[in-house]
């Protein structure tokens, strides 16, 4: 049964009420639900909110217009808390186009003060609070209505401790004087969640790393035909045309359409209906001039030295991040440490023709001494205790 008072907001004058009544509250928490299998884009269900001493849910499906909530969210003068809120960012950017405002994410906060990165809500709330959160409705389908009392429990229990939480962490970061790395942490992720929603993202599409131009060009038009039927019909991409078929359409670069039917999987009952479109885009892509190509992802020369290098040095960082109480997978991965190498040993850039990440604000504080003086042969390394929390220390060199 449902162990909280809660709001159920099922209409849209109830919903603008609601949103007026906690417009003046200093913090929102809220969390969604939604359903992301069937559709283009994932489908929203249900939002649980926190504000003004007040606990809600909306029900995203029977109100035909919730643009009032997210431009709340997106209005200044409070501080917005989620939790891994990458979806809950993608839904306001495309309902208003706008960020939800002074975001404050506690799966980033808790990385950067050491705790666990990426961290599970059920994580935090356990390590930080000593509760233990039920996982009976994690594949619930929150299309469905009437939504059943455990269903609610579940979905509130997602919302009721995010302030609690954000409190215990703003008070680490505070003492670790790191709340300025926060901010520019959240304003950099939410810049890269938005560059990823709305730019052409046809080079994800996996296996082209290696591709000449005139295949490139073939993905790009059949990557971009792709998402314009899937946005027609309201369904996944890739259950339209999966990513190895486009290489492999890309790879023979024919507009036949027997050719194309005689590929593997390109006989599936439906595919038919795509023929005709899918020659077509790869016949307009095989016919643009040289120059129309798109060119393939610059790639920093292959050294074996470097590689070594990569994976010492990210065993180093992770020490170094530990031992300054900041989650090293929230610093970088393997490939950052490659490419900070690369970048201090020969001041290459990367594709981009920006410094690598590790080079660049609070994460160059982090590691940037300690690796410059490794490699410079200034410090050494050495095991402590190899059954140790921190098995490894830093010592400086004799000259």
Not at 8 to 17: A, G, N, P, S, W
Not at 157 to 166: C, F, K, N, P, T
Not at 304 to 312: E, R, Y
Not at 342 to 350: C, G, I, P, S, V
């Given at each position: 049964m449902?162990s909280?008072?809660?709001e ?10 609601f949103c ?33 001493g007040r606990?809600?849910?909306?029900d995203?499906i ?5 643009t009032?909530f ?10 917005t ?19 939800l405002?002074h ?7 808790a ?5 666990e ?6 994580t ?13 409705e994690?594949?619930?389908?929150w299309?469905?209505?009437?939504l059943?009392d455990?269903?609610?429990?579940y979905?509130l ?10 409190d215990m ?32 993202r ?13 295949a490139?060009?073939?993905v ?8 314009a ?13 999966r ?12 507009s036949d ?6 590929i593997?999987?390109?006989h ?10 899918i ?14 190509h ?6 920093a020369?292959?050294r ?9 040095l ?9 031992a ?29 023709g ?12 982090v ?5 410059d003086?490794?490699l ?17 220390t ?5 000259d």
């Open positions: 449902v909280v008072q809660y159920h907001i099922t209409t849209q004058r109830d919903l603008e009420r007026e009544a906690i417009s003046e509250a200093s913090t929102i928490a809220f969390d969604t639900e939604f359903v992301s299998e069937d559709s283009y884009r994932p489908h929203f269900c249900l939002a649980q909110v926190a504000a003004a606990l809600a849910i909306i995203a029977t109100i035909k217009d919730v009032p997210w431009e709340l969210l997106a209005a200044p003068g409070h501080e808390i989620v939790h891994a809120g990458r979806q809950e960012l993608c839904f306001c950017l495309h309902a208003v186009g706008k960020r405002d975001l404050f994410d506690t799966q980033i906060a990385g950067m003060i050491g705790m990165y990426p961290a599970a809500y059920s935090l709330v356990s390590k930080l609070l000593g509760k233990t959160l039920g996982k009976g994690t594949r619930t389908d299309r469905r209505r009437p059943s455990r269903q609610v429990d979905a229990r997602d919302v009721v401790y995010l302030a609690q939480i954000r962490l703003v008070e680490r970061l505070e003492a670790l004087e790191r709340s300025q790395w926060l901010e520019t942490e959240i304003d950099r992720w939410q810049s890269a969640v938005e560059a990823a929603e709305f730019s052409e046809w080079r994800n599409v996996s296996g082209t790393s290696r591709l000449p131009p005139r490139l060009a073939i790009r038009a059949l990557w971009r035909w792709r998402e039927e899937a946005k027609r019909q309201n369904r996944p991409p890739k259950r339209l045309l990513d190895d078929l486009i290489v492999e359409l890309s790879k023979r670069g024919s359409v027997k050719q194309i039917q005689s593997r999987g390109m599936r009952r439906g595919k038919e209906h795509y023929l005709g479109p020659a077509e885009c790869i016949a307009e892509a095989v016919a643009l001039p040289d120059g129309q798109p060119r393939p992802p610059r790639r020369k292959s074996p030295q470097l590689n070594l290098l990569g994976q010492f990210t065993t180093a960082l992770g020490s170094v991040c530990r300054r109480q900041i989650a090293p997978s929230l610093v970088g991965t393997v490939q950052d440490m490659r490419d900070f190498v690369a970048y201090r040993l020969n001041q290459e850039k990367n594709s981009d920006d410094p690598p990440a590790l080079a660049c604000g609070w994460r160059s504080e590691v940037g001494r300690t690796i003086e490794l410079a042969g200034k410090l050494a390394v050495r095991v402590t205790d190899a059954l140790g929390e921190q098995p490894l830093f010592e400086p060199t004799k």
